[in-house]
Structures are given as structure tokens and as C-alpha cells.
């Protein structure tokens, strides 16, 4: 990332302090919270109205707890505004939102510029920028991301005030996901299927994602075993090369794609492999956006109803 020039910054600092943003110091009066989080304590003076979410899973998070958003990052297929399955939570909570750069080097001076009074982000991301930013606003950020989506929407909740909205949401979700674990359950006679997770991910091999992944975790939340046979791992995924093609069979296969739009590229060579047609399980194309990038609760909603047209069973929206 290029950094601001040393004076430039301080004066933009010195711009944004004047115009009320709060750095990270002792206040006169006691805080409206204070956070401890993966870069140590944030004391934040008052409820947060302006958020900038420097990663998808805070984005998700802030417009769940019914936030304004006024920044986030782009990153892979999220550019050019907030993706869809944010729905009306976008349409409400993030009319003034704006991208302020690409996830893996945001930029500064546009943070500054929309006056946050909240950042948030995880380590794993942006470890390097952390000083920079509190500096900007109080900031706030977890350890990683993916796989910890319910507890950086935990996190959220404590940094605006919102801890019983996130566990109500939290909640919500789970049940959902049990009820259709359960209608699919009464569909298939009583034993709900297993399951895999598949991505073409435009390497020579396909991943196989593991309980431990954000998808992973939403459909152990509906109940779905998977085959005794797969590899096991401590990993979200592992990488599975042609010759191992049936460690992918499951009863049900979802499948997703992400930058391979050639005929020859590797899912190309592994669908055409004789391998491929030895698996048994059906086979659904799914969303990669949404089953691997958003990371987030509204995510996690969007794969459950994909898991019901799946299954053809109700949905159980909310």
C-alpha cells in the first residue's frame, strides 16, 4: 500500500480530529463501550452511526445489526457496489455506502474523508494498517475472518451496542437452519443425506471444503453429515487432484466455480476425466459469491435457500 507522506497524513488526521472523529484515547467521560479485540482494547465514545467495514464479514455484520455503512472494500466479485444478497439491509442501512479501495490495500485518505466513527476489519487483513486507522477513528478488529463469521458478528454487536440484536440474529439464523434440516430430513425418509462441498477455484486441483469452512458451517447447521470416507482435516479445505476425484462423492454435491471461463481450464479437465462420471451423488451448480466470499449471516441466509430449492422443500424465511 502507498502510504500518505508523513505531513499530509498528520494534517488529514488533524482535519478529521477537528471534525469530530474520535482517535483511540483516554475520554474525559466514560466510554459507550469498551472492546477488548485481537489488537488489544478500543475505548469508543459514543454509539457508532458511520461505520467503514474493511472486510466482507463486517460489512455482512453492520447492516445485519441495522447500522449505517458508509465504507467497505471491493474484493474478487464485490466491486462495483454492495453485492445482492445484502437485499433490503443494503437498500436501508447502506445508502451512503462507498468503496474506499481494494481489500488488500485500502486507502487511508478516502477512510478519513467519510468520517467514520467506527472501523472495522481482522488482523489476517490488515495487521499492518491498524495504527494508521485508530488514528483515523476507534478500530476494531478480530483475529480472522471466513470461518469465525458468528463471532465477528458477536464482536460487532459489542462495538455498536448491539450485543442481544446479534445474538437475537445469531439465533434466528440457527433455527432456521435446523427447520430446514428437519423438512428435508422428513423429505428423504428420515436420514438427511450427506453432503459435499466442491470449488473450482482455477488451480489444477479442486478443493474439497471441510465443517470447519464458512459454507461448511452452514450445513452442518442444517444437520448434513458427511461421507465417512472423505479425508479428514483440521484445514477448511483440502486440495484434491484428479486421481483422487471419488474423495468428492457425497449424496449431494454442491459445486462452485471461480475464475476458470475457459473450456480448458481445470474444471473443464476434471468433469471430462472418466472419474467424474463414477460419481453417484446429484450434483448443484452453486453460487461461489455468496458460498465462499460473503462470510457473513445474509450470506449464510442465501445458502440455506439454495439448500431448500435443492431439496424443494420450504425455506423458512424469516
Known sequence: MKLIPTIALAALLTLVAACGSAPQTTQAEAPFRVVTHAMGET???????????????FVDAVLTLETPLVGYTTYRAIEGGLPTYLGPLAATY????????????????????????????AKVRHEAQYAQLSQIAPT?????????????????GQALGEEELAEAKITEYEQRAAAI?????AKS??????????RFAGEDT?????????????LHDVGFPRPATQPTTDKIAVDVSQERILDLDADQ????????PTATGPKAQF??????????????????????SAVGLQGAHTVLDDVARAFSVDPVRP
Open 43 to 57: 475505548a469508543i465514545p459514543a454509539q457508532p452511526k458511520r461505520v467503514v467495514a474493511l472486510d466482507q464479514s
Open 94 to 121: 447502506g445508502t451512503e455506502a462507498v468503496s474506499v479501495g481494494e481489500l488488500e490495500k485500502p486507502s487511508l485518505e478516502q477512510i478519513a474523508a467519510l468520517k467514520p466513527d467506527l472501523i472495522l476489519s
Open 271 to 292: 468433469t471430462t476425466n472418466p472419474l467424474w462420471s463414477r460419481l453417484t451423488g446429484a450434483q448443484h451448480e452453486i453460487d461461489d459469491l455468496t458460498w465462499m
Open 140 to 156: 476494531v478488529f478480530s483475529e480472522t475472518t471466513g470461518p469465525t463469521w458468528k463471532e465477528n458478528l458477536r464482536l460487532t
Open 181 to 185: 434440516g428437519r423438512e428435508i430430513t
Open 189 to 198: 425418509g428420515g436420514t438427511l443425506p450427506t453432503v459435499s462441498i466442491v
Open 206 to 218: 479442486v478443493r474439497l471444503y471441510s465443517e470447519k469452512s464458512y459454507a461448511g458451517i452452514v
Open 253 to 260: 454435491i454442491f459445486v462452485a466455480t471461480w475464475a476458470d
